[in-house]
């Protein structure tokens, strides 16, 4: 299993630019997640997703959107980028359901620069 | 989901054990207290959870005060590739919306 997977891993763009950051996973999990992280700070979570066409707003949603048309798939779309964007994404998935041992695996994170 | 306070940076000597300590004092029955680790630049990586009992596995223990309201973290030869920032989750496994709440964790340093 290749796991949680992030394209690109570094993005520059210009004020107003808008760009989709990819992410994808092979073990078949029903929930995902994107979270931002920005210096010194924890993750915050942007957009979740509980299956395929099931989305939901987390902590800080504004100037993102996301979509889930296949369990595999869960992109994030920055439709107009701004400077406060300037972050680091990490893209998460793990199994839903009752069970215990429901561990969250992340991606190795996308860079975004906006200037 | 509760909130967990954490220290901000501790240092531990190779080879030595690192105990790195929680308080969750809001943690209400069905919250089970997760840790996840993020070295450097890289995605957070989970370690290990629990909700009553003590709990180890291959990479760490995790000791749950009687009361659950604090916990910690015991890696028991740290070495410098455990220099990491750790974080300390509370959250429920119920429902299916159940989401990890980050803080700013504590950042390990390891040292020869």
């Known amino acids: 299993n290749a796991g949680v997977t992030q394209t690109p891993k570094f993005q520059v763009l210009k004020t107003g630019q808008s760009m989709t950051l990819q992410c994808a996973q092979d073990?078949?999990?029903?929930?995902m997640s994107w979270y931002r992280q920005d210096p010194g700070m924890g993750l915050r979570l942007i957009h979740y997703?509980?299956?395929?066409?099931?989305?939901d707003q987390g902590e800080v949603p504004n100037g993102y959107n996301v979509s889930r048309s296949t369990t595999e798939d869960f992109p994030l779309r920055l439709l107009s980028a701004a400077p406060s964007q300037t972050s680091v994404y990490f893209c998460?998935?793990?199994?839903?359901?009752?069970?215990?041992?429901?561990?969250?695996?992340f991606g190795p994170g996308t860079r975004l620069l906006v200037l | 989901d509760a909130k967990t306070t954490q220290p901000t940076s501790m240092d531990c000597a190779e080879g030595r054990a690192a105990n790195l300590p929680c308080n969750h004092s809001?943690?209400?029955?069905?919250?089970?207290v997760y840790w996840y680790r993020q070295i450097h630049s890289q995605g957070p990586q989970y370690i290990i959870h629990g909700l009553k009992n003590n709990e180890t596995n291959e990479m760490a223990s995790l000791i749950i005060t009687e009361d659950r309201k604090s916990s910690t973290l015991i890696l028991p030869h740290a070495t410098l590739r455990d220099t990491a920032v750790y974080y300390c989750?509370?959250?429920?496994?119920?429902?299916?919306?159940?989401?990890?709440?980050f803080g700013t964790g504590t950042r390990l340093q390891v040292t020869l």
């Open positions: 809001t943690i209400s029955g069905n919250e089970y």
């Open positions: 073990m078949n999990h029903e929930y």
């Open positions: 998460a998935s793990r199994a839903e359901g009752r069970a215990v041992k429901e561990t969250q695996y």
């Open positions: 997703s509980v299956g395929a066409g099931i989305t």
């Open positions: 989750i509370v959250r429920s496994n119920t429902g299916t919306a159940s989401k990890l709440t």
